[in-house]
């Protein structure tokens, strides 16, 4: 039997799509595959269908940097809408408990947010893709059941008020990876003695990508009609998603020895941690790691050709 022609095209590069509200992150990602007619891609972490904004999505080799992006801090938009608490924490679930907000000033709310800044302690929502037993927790939660959840401790580096009307607070949020916004406002409704939960929240910022310009799924089709060439001047290159890393220049001995696996000495290179690595005759090569006996390791290297 002849081998199995794979489908779609050998593209690579990171396209910053702005994920419409009602849509899976899942979902989104197979938008796009389809658009590009690539044959691989990933997303870098979930959003929820309520939310709305950036979410990277890496097509063919680009998909060996996604982790990165996963791991990434993030900044959000958000209004917490105060006096309601619901099942999910978000304006999906049902209400469960309302309460007044009247007469809390925006001076308290400030308090409070700022109360959250640093590092805390957030026990994750029973609605989300946490695993327990090898079932993620928002199918157990649709079946009734709860379970007991350890909390995990994140960084929450900033949380600015925007706005403050009615019973709805608008937040600006810079946080680590893993952080629940839906947590963060039950919390803090929880802190003003009212309950609260998200009504609405996009995504501004994952790691280096902060204000850049993102693409809706309607605009990429648009740029499809007009041809691949169009299309793909919207992939920011792979190397992008490491760019606040230190770079390192390899020679063509060490590129060699570097793509078959072994760790190099290069003269002048960082003494710790992640680095950018890269050759004159290829360019980026992928990311290597620094080992304690000062060589550095490759971690995630690009194919040769695609």
């Known amino acids: 039997m002849g081998r199995r022609h794979?489908?779609?095209?050998?593209?690579?590069?990171?396209?910053?799509?702005?994920?419409?509200?009602?849509?899976?992150?899942?979902?989104?990602?197979?938008a796009v595959k389809r658009i590009f007619n690539a044959r691989k891609a990933g997303h870098t972490g979930s959003l929820d269908k309520l939310a709305s904004g950036l979410l990277p999505i890496c097509l063919g080799e680009a998909t060996k940097v996604s982790s990165f992006l996963l791991n990434a801090d993030k900044h959000y938009q958000a209004t917490?809408?105060?006096?309601?608490?619901?099942?999910?924490?978000?304006?999906?679930?049902?209400?469960?408990?309302?309460?007044?907000?009247?007469?809390?000033a925006g001076k308290r709310v400030a308090q409070v947010l700022s109360d959250f800044v640093g590092e805390i302690e957030q026990t994750p929502p029973m609605h989300s893709a946490i695993k327990y037993k090898g079932k993620p927790l928002y199918k157990l939660a649709h079946q009734g059941i709860e379970v007991e959840r350890q909390p995990r401790r994140v960084t929450v580096h900033s949380m600015d008020m925007l706005?403050?009307?009615?019973?709805?607070?608008?937040?600006?949020?810079?946080?680590?990876?893993?952080?629940?916004?839906?947590?963060l406002a039950e919390d803090v409704g929880e802190a003003l003695g009212c309950g609260a939960h998200v009504s609405e929240l996009r995504r501004l910022g994952a790691g280096p990508y902060d204000g850049?310009?993102?693409?809706?799924?309607?605009?990429?089709?648009?740029?499809?009609?007009?041809?691949?060439?169009?299309?793909?001047?919207?992939?920011?290159?792979?190397?992008?998603?490491?760019?606040?890393?230190?770079?390192?220049?390899?020679?063509?001995?060490?590129?060699?020895?570097?793509?078959?696996?072994?760790?190099?000495?290069?003269?002048?290179?960082?003494?710790?941690?992640?680095?950018?690595l890269s050759a004159a005759s290829r360019g980026f090569l992928g990311v290597g790691e620094v080992l304690d006996d000062?060589?550095?390791?490759?971690?995630?290297?690009?194919?040769?050709g695609e």
């Open 6 to 30: 794979r489908r779609g095209r050998n593209v690579q590069g990171i396209v910053l799509l702005d994920k419409p509200v009602g849509l899976s992150s899942n979902e989104a990602l197979q």
């Open 80 to 104: 917490f809408k105060l006096g309601l608490k619901t099942t999910t924490g978000d304006a999906e679930g049902e209400v469960v408990q309302r309460r007044s907000s009247d007469g809390i």
């Open 163 to 183: 706005s403050f009307e009615g019973d709805e607070v608008q937040v600006d949020v810079r946080c680590s990876k893993g952080t629940y916004i839906r947590t």
């Open 212 to 276: 850049e310009k993102t693409w809706s799924l309607e605009e990429l089709a648009q740029m499809a009609r007009q041809g691949e060439g169009t299309l793909d001047a919207a992939l920011l290159a792979t190397e992008t998603a490491v760019e606040h890393w230190p770079s390192v220049q390899l020679t063509e001995d060490a590129a060699f020895y570097v793509r078959q696996g072994q760790p190099v000495m290069v003269p002048h290179a960082p003494t710790r941690g992640w680095v950018r």
């Open 294 to 304: 000062g060589r550095i390791a490759p971690r995630r290297l690009l194919n040769a």
